[in-house]
């Protein structure tokens, strides 16, 4: 079945660690997202990518880091720089980079800093 | 004032009422979505409209351009209804698939 994983679904981190999420899609899109959703608000992007080899900045970047070294995989790092990082994080994908493209995402990882 | 504004933030519902949930928007669009949030956080596109009204099983969309405004309706609905709904705009301009979303509406239907 085609669709996107994000892994793991759990994540622990302390204080002043890196710690990278995964997200692999086999939906052959150019396209792939991250978003950030904390409670009562609407998501947030983070990254995004039109096409392998690029990635651009989203609306809150800093302190994340992101690689698009082939087409199915988009991975985000946290870093310690990131000042809040504890929130649920989704990966999302559609067919190309443009408008009235349908967005699939993943399940999600939700990282709690301890 | 966030581009994108959803109400009720919570519903709850007795199984086999009509649902309506409203989503308005401040931007300009070429698109808007409505996604399902299960208890587990993944996310589900229910609909993508641009124009018009779109039904699936007992999901109702509709959106007025002019208004700025669109409703996601569920008619009998169903204790499995219960998630969180959102609705996102998306297609500022030509080049732009960036999606702005609003907060979610948190449905709750009761057996």
């Known amino acids: 079945d085609g669709g996107i994983t994000q892994s793991p679904k759990y994540l622990f981190r302390k204080e002043g660690q890196n710690v990278t999420l995964s997200c692999e899609q086999n939906l052959n899109h150019d396209a792939m997202y991250w978003y950030r959703q904390d409670p009562g608000q609407g998501l947030r992007l983070i990254y995004y990518?039109?096409?392998?080899?690029?990635?651009q900045k989203g609306d809150i970047a800093e302190g994340y880091s992101v690689s698009r070294e082939k087409k199915e995989s988009f991975p985000l790092t946290v870093t310690s720089a990131q000042k809040n990082p504890t929130a649920f994080y989704l990966c999302?994908?559609?067919?190309?980079?443009?408008?009235?493209?349908?967005?699939?995402f993943g399940q999600g990882t939700r990282l709690t800093v301890v | 004032k966030n581009e994108v504004e959803q109400s009720p933030q919570n519903l709850t519902a007795q199984e086999g009422e009509f649902i309506t949930i409203n989503c308005s928007y401040s931007?300009?669009?070429?698109?808007l979505h409505w996604l399902q949030q299960h208890p587990g956080g993944g996310i589900v596109s229910l609909f993508m409209l641009s124009s018009g009204k779109k039904k699936h099983g007992r999901l109702i969309a509709t959106i007025n351009i002019q208004e700025k405004h669109s409703s996601l309706h569920i008619t009998a609905s169903h204790p499995r209804d219960s998630a969180v709904y959102i609705c996102a705009a998306s297609g500022r301009s030509n080049n732009n698939n960036d999606m702005r979303f609003g907060a979610g509406t948190r449905l709750t239907v009761k057996p």
């Open positions: 990518s039109q096409i392998v080899n690029d990635f």
């Open positions: 999302a994908s559609s067919p190309y980079w443009g408008t009235n493209t349908e967005a699939f």
């Open positions: 931007v300009g669009i070429s698109a």
